[in-house]
């Protein structure tokens, strides 16, 4: 018998609502904190690029110790470690919203990061073997709820808990939750066998770690540094390229290395790991994009940016509530490609937007946009791991996760390298413009408003561009998104059929066969 049949809980509900519950916290602390730091900025007298390293250590802190996920849990076990995950999580998040100087609370966050990094991994791999295999799809759309709206509604629960409350409030609401996951965790999530003389691999793991930590330290910093013209950003992309090309020539080579390479050899996991690739890079940047774009260019508060942005979030859940029900009667292929033409007719409409775009665009858009996130994460997980040996689930959710992480990263500072650019091409064509021998800036309806003869009318010239030009941005970016999502579609023909339970019929006549020939 495998050994996730040996395991298998007396309360499967409770064990998927617990690690929900835990995979949520930390999908919402991913972009929580990204409203909150002005206050905080203020709270520690600190710089923009300072305060930033609240946001960076979480994320590089999270990428680095993700791998390690698989190992952990071979070596001490799957409960062990998800127990100590929460727990550390819970802490963390304690000592992050009491934190009393800048120091202190990077501190707080790397070790928020260290811990939530296995939540995500883990809790899919224990999703997957707690229910079988015909249920797969309901129980990964109901994990979906946790990893993935936690991201589209941090920002939301984010800007009015520092509103109306203060931002060391985005941390202590993690508390009751994540106590409420331990509790849940500790009583019903069984453990799983270890293997004590399993061996790490620290070369492996060195390479790798420093290899993913340059490499998101110079995605996040890069826009703020002027990308290659950074002496910073040059050593971290050197630092990177090395690391990885050792970590890559190591694991090829190494009789027992950190991470298995023949995980990557079974097809349909190497091409959901493709799909989840521009999964990250199509569904993040817009959640990066759009609260600035509304409080920017649109003007409106931050409750009204929270209401706007709801609809992506309800797209997402109605999309996962509705493929699990559906998943296993409907070719998973067909949905990805619906899920895909979602998101590209979503950001194709929104690279036609103007400054004066309303409310309603913006809140179908949204909606449609969620509905696209939503119905592609099932049935490429399912593509992930039916074929994958459930042996392997708890190693390759790890990776499964890291790309995932990889490239939302990637995508956010692609598009905004993109935005910045754009929009600095946009203003400087509409500069050159403004002068005293534009006629139109001397029409009598213009006088005292968009009149190049006075400090106040140049002002407002200058506040107009400046929108008009970051309007160009946004409508490029989105665009990009849009082609990207297109790009995607055509890997789809690369999946291989796979019915429901195969990685568990063959994990079974494996072990079968190994106890006939002993």
């Not at 809790?123 to 129980?139: G, N, R, V, W, Y």
């Not at 007719?345 to 400054?355: E, F, K, L």
């Not at 696209?372 to 689930?393: D, E, H, N, Y």
């Not at 413009?433 to 009598?444: A, C, D, E, G, R």
């Amino acid at each position: 018998m495998i050994a996730a049949a040996q395991h298998m809980p007396r309360h499967p509900l409770l064990v998927a609502g617990s690690v929900m519950v835990a995979s949520l916290l930390y999908s919402i602390d991913w972009t929580i904190a990204a409203v909150a730091l002005p206050h905080m900025q203020g709270t520690f007298s600190a710089t923009q690029d300072q305060v930033s390293w609240v946001i960076t250590s979480y994320i590089v802190a999270s990428a680095i110790m993700i791998p390690t996920s698989g190992w952990l849990s071979e070596r001490y076990g799957r409960k062990r470690v998800f127990v100590g995950a929460v727990a550390g999580f819970t802490a963390a998040s304690v000592l992050c919203g009491a934190a009393n100087s800048l120091p202190v609370e990077v501190l707080a966050r790397i070790l928020q990061g260290m811990s939530g990094a296995f939540l995500i991994p883990l809790s899919l791999a224990i999703i997957l073997d707690t229910f079988p295999a015909e249920q797969h799809a309901k129980a990964m759309a109901y994990w979906g709820i946790g990893s993935v709206c936690g991201a589209v509604i941090g920002p939301t629960i984010g800007g009015y808990l520092t509103e109306y409350l203060s931002w060391r409030h985005i941390f202590y609401i993690n508390i009751p939750f994540g106590l409420a996951a331990l509790l849940g965790v500790l009583l019903f999530l069984p453990e799983t066998e270890r293997d004590p003389k399993k061996k790490f691999d620290w070369f492996g793991f060195l390479t790798l770690a420093i290899g993913i930590g340059a490499l998101q330290m110079m995605l996040d910093r890069g826009q703020r540094l002027g990308w290659f013209e950074s002496g910073e950003i040059v050593f971290e992309a050197c630092l990177a390229a090395i690391s990885l090309y050792m970590f890559n020539m190591h694991v090829l080579t190494h009789r027992d290395p950190f991470l298995d390479p023949r995980v990557f050899l079974q097809r349909n996991f190497f091409i959901a790991l493709m799909l989840i690739s521009f999964y990250g890079l199509l569904t993040v940047p817009p959640m990066v994009l759009m609260p600035t774009f509304l409080e920017a260019i649109r003007g409106y508060s931050i409750d009204t940016v929270g209401l706007l942005q709801s609809p992506r979030g309800v797209g997402i859940l109605l999309a996962l509530f509705v493929t699990g029900r559906i998943a296993s009667k409907v070719d998973p292929r067909a949905m990805i490609v619906f899920g895909f033409l979602c998101l590209g007719v979503s950001t194709a409409a929104m690279s036609q937007w103007t400054i004066d775009v309303g409310p309603w665009p913006i809140v179908w858009t949204g909606f449609l946009g969620g509905i696209g996130a939503g119905i592609i994460l099932v049935p490429v997980q399912m593509v992930a791991f039916s074929t994958l040996a459930p042996r392997k689930r708890n190693e390759g959710t790890a990776v499964f996760n890291l790309i995932r992480t990889m490239f939302s990263s990637i995508g956010v500072s692609v598009i905004l390298a993109l935005f910045v650019v754009i929009g600095a091409m946009g203003r400087a064509e509409m500069v050159e413009h403004v002068t005293p021998y534009n006629q139109v800036l001397h029409y009598p309806g213009h006088a005292g408003d968009y009149s190049a003869g006075s400090e106040r009318g140049l002002a407002i010239i200058e506040r107009e561009i400046d929108k008009q030009a970051a309007m160009k941005g946004y409508n490029a970016s989105f665009m990009l998104l849009s082609l990207g999502a297109l790009a995607a579609i055509p890997l789809v023909l690369l999946i291989g059929r796979a019915k429901p339970g195969t990685a568990e019929r063959e994990e079974f006549e494996k072990s079968e066969a190994v106890m006939i020939a002993e």
